[in-house]
């Protein structure tokens, strides 16, 4: 296994924060709805696993370092992980399991079903998220993992659409997922890779 130091720094950032997001809930330090708290986190975790995952390729071009491309498909699981535990939130403690209150919630809230959608499209890449997909599907497989640029759009809008009101947060999701997406236009890709040889020679 390569890298594996920073494989494993990755895997207990992932696992750190919801563990002390537990920790807090568990000691009454979320205020008087933490389900809804540790919701809103795990969701906000996720985009920021995602912004993170997408930084992977244009540090790889810019630095010329392998160790970011080798783990880019965990963060890419982290980003599913952190979204099904953000699910896994509001069927419990918003929900409360109660089903027939769903078709109600999708009503009022629309958000959820950008969310939903979101959320399937990320089921699609993590469930291909392996060589045995690559192999299986071929020039496929590249066309199918595009589809984490709608994730993110989906993601962004769901966020814009929760808070309404006070975007700057929002807003600085959107400006980093608008230029991470704007590093990927190959021109501008070709550009970091040159800058990236440059700083090499320099060193």
């Known amino acids: 296994m390569r890298y594996p130091w920073f494989r494993l720094a990755i895997f207990i950032v992932g696992c750190v924060f919801p563990a002390w997001w537990l920790y807090e809930a568990a000691m009454n330090l979320l205020g008087p709805d933490p389900g809804k708290i540790m919701m809103d986190r795990l969701g ?98 590249k066309k199918l993992h595009r589809l984490v640029y709608l994730v993110l759009g989906l993601g962004l809008l769901h966020f814009l659409w929760i808070v309404r009101s006070d975007l700057r947060e929002w807003a600085v999701y959107a400006f980093i997922g608008t230029l991470l997406i704007v590093l990927r236009i190959p021109a501008v890709g070709r550009g970091l890779s040159r800058v990236g040889r440059k700083q090499g020679r320099a060193v």
């Open 44 to 141: 906000l975790g996720a985009l920021t696993f995602l912004l993170v995952t997408l930084s992977m390729t244009p540090l790889q071009k810019l630095t010329g370092w392998s160790g970011w491309i080798v783990v880019r498909r965990q963060l890419g699981l982290w980003v599913f992980a952190y979204i099904v535990l953000h699910i896994l939130c509001y069927l419990f403690f918003i929900l409360g399991l109660d089903w027939g209150q769903l078709a109600v919630e999708l009503r009022k809230r629309p958000y959820i079903i950008v969310g939903a959608l979101g959320f399937l499209c990320l089921l699609a890449l993590a469930v291909t998220s392996n060589r045995y997909s690559q192999r299986r599907l071929g020039a496929r497989w």
